[in-house]
């Protein structure tokens, strides 16, 4: 059965349904504390919620998938960090995919999809706007704040012991080692070094590139993959971390993931490299060796095994057409004119 994720500001059903169900993950005890994950810190339960949290961590810090009380199967090859290297895209989307399976089973709701937020559309709005677009608004995700006290992830001091308190029970030290901790969620929305998102100039501009990585792979090049998770500079990012650095406050953190937007996000930017696919056809072959061979570099990366917390090990490879599992109500533009339906 093909599922369609839509987007999260035209469907109120997926917007409501994502909304119960990530405040029911977290409420929901994992049966694992944080001192078997190896985390500093007080010894807390974590929710099933947190081990994605910890899961997203380790996408950008771990150079090897370690064997650990998030895992059920461990890796034996030592791999670049997904969420730093050419793997990145098929990363989330294994990530997006458990995700999205544990919301439909915790919800009890088999045909839920997960819902994307086209960040690129509030981007085309002045820069002073942005904050105040729906998304924000209390019946959406609520808006800005240290700690965040609008909408469903709000915490508010004087009820801490609520039921209806958004807790984050993992942060990111400045060290860069996960520790527990006991807070608000927070938020800059545009407060902070990035005071824009993306535009959807930007992601047409992405898309034209014929090339999934550039030739060292590093964050500075000019393929698909750097252009949406890359730096234009030491200072100014691209299109992904330019979406987490506006958000600012827990998603400008390796352990994002504590803002629920992060996967609203994720699922965006899985929707764009959808549309790149769709449009250049990679192979999954050994790359042409001219240059301007629209291609995937395959090598070792696309057979990387990746571990999941809750399902077996996928590899890159295994997720390039997922056409059967779900689809996107719409994908971005590729040129003026051109606007697609789209399968995954």
Known sequence: MTFTRRNILFDENA???FIEGVRA????????????????????????YDLFVIWYYQGWLSDRFEEDCCQTEAS???????????????WRRILLLVFEENLRRILGQSD???????????????????????LWHTEVLGGAGIPVTSGPFSCHEKRSNSRN?????????????????????????????????????????????????????????TGFRQRMDGSSSPIIPWLANRVHLWVGGDMALPTAANDPVCFLSLCNLDRIW???????????????????EPTLPVDSWLRISFPTPFG??????????????????????????????ATA
């Open 112 to 134: 839920f999809a997960l819902p994307y937020w086209d960040w690129s559309s509030d981007g085309d709005l002045p820069p002073g706007e942005q904050s105040r677009a729906r």
């Open 165 to 221: 308190t958004w807790r984050v029970a993992v942060e990111c030290s400045p060290c860069g080692k996960l520790r527990t901790t006991q807070r608000g969620l927070r938020r800059g929305l545009g407060r902070g070094i990035v005071q824009s998102l993306p535009q959807s100039a930007h992601v047409r501009s992405a898309l034209q590139s014929l090339q999934y990585d550039g030739q060292d792979a590093g964050f500075m090049e």
């Open 274 to 292: 959808q549309r790149w696919i769709q449009n250049y056809q990679p192979s999954n072959e050994a790359p042409d060796s001219q240059e301007t």
């Open 25 to 48: 993950l977290k409420g929901e005890y994992s049966g694992r504390n944080s001192s078997e994950c190896g985390i500093s810190g007080g010894d807390r339960p974590l929710s099933t």
């Open 76 to 90: 034996s090859a030592s791999v670049a960090a997904p969420l730093r290297s050419s793997a990145s895209f098929p």
């Open 312 to 341: 077996k090990n996928l590899t890159a490879q295994d997720v390039l057409d997922l056409s059967s599992c779900y689809a996107y109500d719409g994908l971005p533009r590729f040129g003026k004119q051109d606007y697609c339906k």
């Open 15 to 17: 917007s409501s349904s």
